[in-house]
Each structure stands twice: as structure tokens, then as C-alpha cells.
């Protein structure tokens, strides 16, 4: 008998997403551990038994005087883990959205000195307080959109002693959130102003400079790089990232979004954790992202919020054996919370089927993220973080959207019920 603090009944389906350590792919990225008609038993915060209601009569002994909690016939599965984020930044660009409609694309912004770079502006006359408050109001929001767990760039510095401030943040907003938060960091996400030209100069003061105190600190958990045309070459990129990964960081790259320029072949030969965005990756260079165990982490809503005419190749990599997480990519250019809509758009525009994005957008995500032991699944003895959504089956779950939970509960005690 299996003791727990409380039970929760009346779930028509649950996904546990259940399975053993590493990313999913092939037939096992679209198994959800489903379970019909489930109960789900949670003591101390933690998963004690999931499993079909029935049998929870004979397996589960529930607190003296706690009563089953009845979910009203909901679907439940693990809260989301958002894969990639850029939650760091102060303002908005707003502005820039009439300028991306006259046709300008994101690197012509950037060139004249917007985009990106006001961001960073923004972002280096804020003060701690601002940005703290502004990136907490955006977890809020990722949270209320069923968020749990989430991957954090910095990035809007572009100076070693700016990036160390956005990192030493991460810590007390991942506090005062509540949600699960994994640093990134990513000085490399432009030649900054003062270095223009000088892109090598710039990798060597990140590599000299910053990559020490960030091991030696464990400010972060993973080392990224924005590898295009325009910011920062394959050798740049890859000479940042076997610096990171000497000094025990993993390594994620953003790869072939607006041009293939090796991006994602530079991730296999690393073995990196993820290689993101993929837009342009050249379809020869799946099967060694596949080889290489790279998770190709998705972000449909870039291509959207860029109004460009590109989809995300989910379907084709997941087809060529590619593990695939999502991700929103929330920043000032691509600025959703929602996982609910990412879900979505994985299935409408880069054309995984509702199972696929559904593990995409938890197990996948936790293993993108490294904490595939923590998230993204429903068993035992991991943190009681799951979601309620008012539908008949899982699958309505995308195919709504930007579907909303109904509930949220982290560690077995909800948030925002209704
Ligand atoms: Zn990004």
C-alpha cells in the first residue's frame, strides 16, 4: 500500500509522458503514458502513485480524513517546461512591428541599430529592480499559461560585467515565481556596439573574461550562441562553446534560422544539448543531429512573429529521428507567455501531430533544458507539478489554440484556481 497526503479522481485522461532518462524519438516522441479514467496520488509534494482510478482502491492509502479531490473530469498532464526563453530584458519593440510588416527582416532592424540593439539599451540602463520586475511579470505569465519549468537567456547586456548581472537575477526570480528556471547564458547573442568588427576580440574577452566566473559561480547551466550571418561565424561559435563545454557548461546554439551556415552540423560534432530554431537547416544534417542525440529545439512562433514565410521543420525532423522540444522564444521580437499557443503552432504550422507536440512541450523540453530528472513527467517520486485542461482527450489540447489550464498545481497545491 502506497501512502499519500491526498488523491486526486476524476480525470478522464492523464498523460504521464512517462519513460526512461534521455529525449524522445522515433515512435516514443509521440507516447504520452496515457491513462483513462486516472487517479493521481501526491504526498509530501511529490508523486506518490499514478495510475488508473480503479486500482487506486487496492494501491493507495490516503491520509487519515483526506477525502479523494475530484478534478470535474479534466485531462491532466505535466506542467510545461518552455525550452527557450529570453525572459531578461527591459521595454518592448512594439515599434518595430510596422517596419517588419513594410517588409524589413530582423537582421535589416538590427543592422540600422534597432532591434536587437535598443533592446540592449533598454536593457543596460535598467536597473535591477526594473528588470526584476519586469521578467516577474512575465514568469507570471508564463506560469498562468501552465509553465513550470523554463529555460532563461541572458543576452541583452553584450558587456562580461552586464551578462553577470542578468545571470545573478536568475536565482531570485526563479524564488519568487515559483517556477523552475535553468540559466543560459549568452553573451554571444551579438557583437556588441563597441566591438563591431572585431567579432573574434568579442568571443575572446567571453571565453577569458566571463566563462570562468560563470563555472567558478555556476551562474549557468548552458552556453549558447547566436550562430548566423551578421553576428557570429561557425569557427566563433564553435571556438565559445568547446570553451563552455571545458569548463562543464553545455552547449546550445541558435542554428540556421535565416540562412544555413552550419549551425546544426557544429551542434552534432559537439554533441550539443540543443540546437534551436533550424529553420534553414539543411535536411543532410538531420541524421547527425540524430546521431548525435541533439535535441532540436523548435519555436514556431519566431517564424510567425517575424511574418516570415518559413515554418518550422518540425515534421521533417521528427520524421528523420531528430528528438524534438518546444519553446516560445519570448522576447522582445517574438513575445508570447504561452505555451498554449506554441503548442498550437507546432501542430498547425510545423506539423507535429498533438501527441508529438505534447511531449515536445514537456518530457522533451525537461531533457532540452537538462532536468529531464525533475520535469516534463508524472511518476513517482518527481515534483507534483501537473496541469488540468477543461477537455475529452489530450489531443483537444493543441488542437485548441492556445489552449489555457484550468488549473495549475506545483508541488500537489494549485495556483490561480477557479
Ligand atoms: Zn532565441
Not at 546521431?291 to 518559413?310: C, M, Q, R
Request: proline letters at 6%.
Amino acid at each position: 500500500m502506497i501512502r499519500a497526503d491526498r488523491l486526486f479522481v476524476g480525470i478522464r485522461e492523464l498523460a504521464t509522458v512517462a519513460g526512461p532518462p534521455g529525449p524522445r524519438a522515433g515512435p516514443a516522441a509521440a507516447d504520452l503514458g496515457r491513462v483513462e479514467d486516472a487517479a493521481l496520488a501526491v504526498a509530501d509534494g511529490k508523486i506518490a502513485w499514478v495510475g488508473p482510478r480503479r486500482r487506486a482502491r487496492t494501491e493507495v492509502r490516503v491520509a487519515r480524513g483526506a477525502s479523494p479531490v475530484e478534478l470535474g473530469e479534466v485531462c491532466v498532464l505535466p506542467g510545461f517546461v518552455d525550452a527557450h526563453t529570453h525572459v531578461l530584458f527591459a521595454g518592448h519593440r512594439a515599434a518595430e512591428l510596422p517596419l517588419k510588416l513594410a517588409g524589413r527582416s530582423y537582421g535589416d532592424i538590427a543592422a540600422a541599430g534597432g532591434g536587437l540593439f535598443s533592446t540592449v539599451r533598454a536593457t543596460r540602463a535598467a536597473t535591477d529592480v526594473t528588470l526584476r520586475r519586469a521578467a516577474l511579470a512575465r514568469l507570471r505569465g508564463m506560469l498562468r499559461g501552465g509553465t513550470t519549468s523554463a529555460e532563461v537567456k541572458s543576452g541583452y547586456a553584450l558587456t562580461v560585467a552586464g551578462e553577470l548581472r542578468l545571470l545573478r537575477l536568475v536565482p531570485g526570480l526563479a524564488r519568487a515565481s515559483g517556477l523552475r528556471l535553468v540559466p543560459t547564458f549568452l553573451g554571444a547573442h551579438a557583437v556588441p556596439p563597441e566591438f563591431e568588427g572585431r567579432a573574434d576580440a568579442y568571443i575572446d574577452l567571453l571565453i577569458e573574461s566571463a566563462l570562468p566566473i560563470i563555472a567558478k559561480e555556476r551562474l549557468a547551466r548552458f552556453c549558447d550562441v547566436f550562430c548566423e550571418p551578421g553576428f557570429f561565424t561557425v569557427a566563433q561559435s564553435g571556438r565559445l562553446l568547446r570553451a563552455a563545454l571545458a569548463l562543464g557548461l553545455g552547449a546550445k546554439i541558435h542554428a540556421d534560422e535565416f540562412v544555413a551556415t552550419g549551425g546544426a552540423r557544429l551542434a552534432a560534432t559537439l554533441h550539443a544539448r540543443s540546437a534551436d530554431h533550424l529553420l534553414d537547416a539543411p535536411r543532410d544534417d538531420y541524421a547527425a543531429l540524430a546521431a548525435a542525440g541533439v535535441v532540436a529545439v523548435l519555436l514556431p512562433i519566431t517564424p510567425f512573429a517575424s511574418l516570415a514565410a518559413a515554418a518550422s521543420p518540425g515534421r521533417a525532423l521528427v520524421d528523420a529521428g531528430v528528438p524534438v522540444a518546444l519553446g516560445t522564444d519570448l522576447s522582445p521580437n517574438a513575445w508570447t507567455e504561452s505555451m498554449g499557443i506554441v503548442l498550437s503552432h507546432a501542430v498547425y504550422d510545423a506539423r507535429l501531430t498533438p501527441a508529438e507536440a505534447l511531449v515536445a512541450a514537456t518530457a522533451n523540453a525537461a531533457e532540452a533544458s537538462g532536468i529531464g530528472d525533475v520535469a516534463g513527467q508524472l511518476a513517482p517520486g518527481r515534483p507534483a507539478d501537473f496541469l488540468t485542461f477543461a477537455t475529452t482527450s489530450l489531443e483537444e489540447i493543441p488542437y485548441r489554440v492556445g489552449a489555457v489550464p484550468a488549473e495549475i498545481y506545483r508541488q500537489g497545491k494549485a495556483d490561480f484556481s477557479r
